[in-house]
């Protein structure tokens, strides 16, 4: 039963810590709950299908399509992000004050919230259909002791839940003025981290080069494999043991967001002179 | 960046089949400064995760169904792998060995 709480545990954290930010960074946005419980429900569903054809999607693209199928999906999880970053980086400061000044929930606007239930969805997507076959496994090989497995599967989801909702918690603890400027950096770590784990898995399928299979080793200092290690390459995509190309697309990725938020956010302050800017 | 600065990749891939939730074979060697390529089948009934924290491989294999993976050039040394679904029996160790020298 252990065994199954622990596999299940990881994933659902893995999900729920994107989740997690997701939520605390649309703090305050009205119809937000629908968009990312759609997302979520979305993955759920996806996942199933995924886990399903499983097999097909292994022999697609010549074998490689496990890797092909999620490196996409990452990738336009990064575009997503982006873009989100992007759009805060104009509204998020007149939407902090709007947030305090009425204790209410803001109108979303043309806000994308599209691009953050993609997200969700990507999230729970991709290790859910983990944990659909894990769970398919054990009730098709029947032997006794499968309902202990079970309930050791659901214990996992909670347990998992249980973390992630917390994380939320705790960044709710910041006061909304700077809310989004933290979330706006968590954004941008995650983005990077699902940049640098996308074309890892395309230079595991040989598409792009890794130069440099491991440029460094780190496992002494933190296990990614350990549920600590798990949780940071989630968050800020922490890997023991990068190739070269990891590190380019996350310091491309992070780069990029960073100073297109910077750009936008100086642009914006110019157009609109009649708000105020927050002291900082 | 030209074909003749790539490192070589060894010829055949190494077979791996999984049945009854093991490995077999479960110690392999491979050479060390190439590419390696890996085949896992899976002959169980039941889905497997080919997974190593030391290849930086996790990869679903439907049943009945193989999967190919290029790991290295790896360090002379030995990477342990196994089946996330199954890791106190599926389990099994690649051994990277100096050629050349």
Same mark, same amino acid.
């Given at each position: 039963?252990?065994?199954?709480?622990?596999?299940?545990?990881?994933?659902?954290?893995?999900?729920? !810590?994107?989740?997690?930010?997701?939520?605390?960074?649309?703090?305050?946005?009205?119809?937000?709950?629908?968009?990312?419980?759609?997302?979520?429900?979305?993955?759920?569903?996806?996942?199933?299908?995924?886990?399903?054809?499983?097999?097909?999607? =292994?022999?697609? $693209?010549?074998?490689?399509?496990?890797?092909? $199928?999620?490196?996409?999906?990452?990738?336009?999880?990064?575009?997503?992000?982006?873009?989100?970053?992007?759009?805060?980086?104009?509204?998020?400061?007149?939407?902090?004050?709007?947030?305090?000044?009425?204790?209410?929930?803001? =109108?979303?606007?043309?806000?994308?919230?599209?691009?953050?239930?993609?997200?969700?969805?990507?999230?729970?997507?991709?290790?859910?259909?983990?944990?659909? !076959?894990?769970?398919?496994?054990?009730?098709?090989?029947?032997?006794?002791?499968?309902?202990?497995?079970?309930?050791?599967?659901?214990?996992?989801?909670?347990?998992?839940?249980?973390?992630?909702?917390? !994380?939320?918690?705790?960044?709710?603890?910041?006061?909304?003025?700077?809310?989004?400027?933290?979330?706006?950096?968590?954004?941008?770590?995650?983005?990077?981290?699902?940049?640098?784990?996308?074309?890892?898995?395309?230079?595991?399928?040989?598409?792009?080069?890794?130069?440099?299979?491991?440029?460094?080793?780190?496992?002494?200092?933190?296990?990614? =494999?350990?549920?600590?290690?798990?949780?940071?390459?989630?968050?800020?995509?922490?890997?023991?043991?990068?190739?070269?190309?990891?590190?380019?697309?996350?310091?491309?990725?992070?780069?990029?967001?960073?100073?297109?938020?910077?750009?936008?956010?100086?642009?914006?302050?110019?157009?609109?002179?009649?708000?105020?800017?927050?002291?900082? | 960046?030209?074909?003749?600065?790539?490192?070589?990749?060894?010829?055949?891939?190494?077979?791996?089949?999984?049945?009854?939730?093991?490995?077999?074979?479960?110690?392999?060697?491979?050479?060390?400064?190439?590419?390696?390529?890996?085949?896992?089948?899976?002959?169980?009934?039941?889905?497997?995760?080919?997974?190593?924290?030391?290849?930086?491989?996790?990869?679903?294999?439907?049943?009945?169904?193989?999967?190919?993976?290029?790991?290295?050039?790896?360090?002379?040394?030995?990477?342990?792998?196994?089946?996330?679904?199954?890791?106190?029996?599926?389990?099994?160790?690649?051994?990277?060995?100096?050629?050349?020298?």
């Amino acid at each position: 039963m252990l065994a199954s709480l622990l596999i299940v545990f990881r994933e659902v954290l893995e999900a729920g !810590l994107i989740v997690g930010i997701v939520l605390a960074a649309t703090q305050g946005v009205a119809g937000r709950a629908v968009w990312i419980a759609g997302g979520i429900a979305a993955g759920v569903l996806g996942a199933t299908v995924l886990a399903v054809f499983a097999g097909t999607l =292994s022999d697609a $693209f010549g074998g490689n399509g496990q890797e092909i $199928f999620n490196a996409s999906i990452l990738a336009a999880a990064v575009v997503m992000l982006g873009w989100h970053n992007i759009w805060m980086a104009s509204h998020g400061r007149e939407m902090a004050q709007q947030i305090k000044a009425v204790g209410v929930e803001v =109108s979303a606007g043309n806000r994308p919230l599209f691009a953050v239930a993609f997200v969700v969805t990507a999230a729970v997507l991709r290790e859910g259909a983990e944990i659909v !076959l894990f769970l398919y496994g054990i009730a098709a090989s029947g032997g006794g002791g499968w309902p202990m497995l079970l309930l050791g599967g659901a214990l996992g989801i909670a347990g998992g839940g249980a973390v992630s909702w917390l !994380l939320y918690r705790g960044l709710l603890a910041i006061p909304i003025g700077r809310l989004f400027q933290v979330t706006s950096w968590l954004i941008a770590l995650l983005a990077a981290g699902m940049a640098s784990q996308s074309v890892a898995l395309l230079a595991k399928a040989d598409i792009v080069p890794s130069w440099g299979f491991e440029i460094w080793d780190t496992s002494w200092l933190l296990d990614e =494999s350990s549920i600590v290690g798990r949780a940071m390459r989630a968050l800020v995509g922490y890997s023991d043991r990068p190739m070269g190309i990891q590190l380019v697309a996350y310091l491309a990725t992070l780069g990029a967001l960073v100073i297109g938020a910077r750009l936008v956010n100086a642009s914006s302050a110019r157009n609109t002179p009649n708000v105020s800017p927050v002291a900082e | 960046m030209g074909l003749a600065t790539l490192p070589a990749l060894a010829a055949d891939p190494i077979v791996l089949v999984l049945k009854g939730n093991r490995f077999a074979p479960n110690a392999v060697t491979a050479p060390a400064g190439t590419k390696v390529r890996l085949e896992v089948r899976n002959e169980d009934a039941t889905p497997a995760e080919f997974e190593s924290h030391d290849l930086r491989v996790e990869k679903i294999i439907a049943p009945g169904g193989r999967i190919t993976v290029l790991v290295g050039p790896l360090k002379p040394g030995t990477y342990k792998f196994f089946d996330d679904y199954h890791p106190d029996t599926a389990n099994g160790t690649l051994t990277a060995i100096p050629t050349g020298q």
